[in-house]
């Protein structure tokens, strides 16, 4: 069984390393502790993530339906012959994270088979599920156990993760809206997206990214500098896109490149090591 599990959780990592050179570096600079666990996070939501946006020729509510089925048989009987939800169950088991926060990631995820364009309500609870829990179940990793300190940083983990999901919307804009027909913004006119438009999104993301920094200096050590270097790339990644005129937004992916990251990467090291987090 050790086999297995050690199998189970390389094969998440295989999924981390091959989706996100972002996140990747981010996790190795976590706590040894902390890396295959967060691995397994990471695989269970990408491959949620995936039935919803790319397998277009099969029967994406089927395959959802399933893939919640299993997730939940693996949680409970403690095992899965799929690695990437044995790894995640074996995580939330540990950890014990929550059922609740699983399952309302899983509506998220339902909730892009149904709908294209989203008021305020439904944007609201569009983020919760898909990016405000992610960091919920990670947070229950990183406090291992000590309750008082998850309640303290919720709200900060909560408003981090929803500031990472808007740069998404905006870095991905073309994309959803030409390819998957999708505006997440709320009440979102492709035809007014102009500079005014562009503040006030960037206003309410900067909200989210004050408070996730103010999570982050009070994260435990072994987690902060990981978190850490996440926050800097996609803040690194918002500067970029506020630099950016809205047509060329609407009509391109605006992304860091990897020796950028590398440099990100190097400085934020030192600056956590020189105690320079600010």
Do not use: W
């Not at 918002?238 to 809205?246: E, R, S, V």
């Amino acid at each position: 069984m050790n086999l297995y599990n050690e199998l189970s959780y390389k094969c998440s990592k295989l999924v981390t390393n091959s989706y996100s050179t972002s996140f990747s570096l981010g996790v190795s600079l976590l706590h040894r502790d902390f890396v295959m666990p967060i691995h397994a996070i990471y695989g269970f939501v990408r491959f949620a993530d995936e039935i919803v946006d790319s397998f277009h020729s099969n029967n994406k509510r089927e395959l959802l339906d399933r893939f919640k089925k299993d997730t939940h048989d693996a949680i409970l009987d403690k095992i899965s012959l799929n690695p990437i939800l044995h790894s995640f169950q074996d995580t939330v088991n540990k950890y014990q994270i929550d059922i609740e926060l699983i399952d309302t990631f899983l509506k998220s995820m339902t909730m892009d088979l149904d709908k294209n364009k989203y008021d305020k309500e439904g944007y609201e609870k569009y983020i919760l599920g898909s990016a405000e829990v992610v960091g919920l179940m990670c947070l229950k990793i990183f406090v291992e156990g000590d309750g008082k300190k998850y309640l303290e940083l919720k709200a900060d983990a909560m408003k981090l993760g929803s500031a990472f999901q808007k740069i998404n919307f905006l870095r991905d804009l073309k994309a959803d809206i030409h390819n998957l027909g999708r505006a997440y913004f709320p009440d979102f006119d492709l035809e007014k997206f102009n500079a005014s438009t562009k503040r006030d999104i960037e206003a309410d993301i900067q909200k989210d990214f004050d408070a996730g920094l103010a999570g982050i200096k009070k994260l435990p050590k072994k987690a902060r500098l990981g978190v850490y270097l996440a926050y800097i790339y996609y803040i690194s990644l918002f500067k970029k896109i506020k630099n950016t005129a809205p047509e060329k937004v609407m009509n391109s992916r605006i992304r860091i490149s990897n020796s950028k990251k590398q440099l990100l990467f190097l400085q934020s090291y030192f600056k956590f090591k020189l105690n320079l987090i600010k």
